[in-house]
């Protein structure tokens, strides 16, 4: 659905894109913060997004919680991301229920 169409629709599909940014911009903070150049935005359709590092980073800041190994890397995150996954999800979830409301009520039309 084009932008402008719905403006409730545009400020969700807003929301997500910022929760987004946030992530990134959150992984810059973090390569430079704690010096970890090779840490990497991930995600999954289970986890969300989280970060990961090689294996051979061996002194992971304690911001990142329990970490997890994946093949060569490990799988970290921290409070603030998944805070910001529960947002990620929620407007994801109005952007689909805004989206069938719209598409429901055109169908009405149609008919």
């Known amino acids: 659905m084009k932008p402008g169409f ?3 629709l545009d400020a969700a599909r807003q929301v997500y ?9 959150m992984a810059n903070n973090y390569r430079a913060l704690h010096n ?5 935005v991930q995600y999954n359709s289970k986890r969300g997004y989280f970060f990961t590092v090689p294996v051979s980073v061996k002194n992971i800041p304690t911001i990142f919680g329990s970490a997890a190994m994946q093949g060569k890397k490990w799988m970290i995150s921290t409070d603030q991301l998944e805070t910001l996954n529960i947002r990620i ?14 598409v429901g009520t055109l169908m ?3 008919r």
């Open 6 to 8: 719905n403006g409730l």
């Open 17 to 25: 894109t910022e929760a987004i940014e946030d992530v990134y911009a």
């Open 36 to 40: 970890l150049p090779s840490l990497k």
């Open 89 to 102: 999800k929620e407007s994801l979830k109005d952007i689909y229920l805004m989206t069938d409301r719209v």
């Open 108 to 110: 009405g039309y149609i």
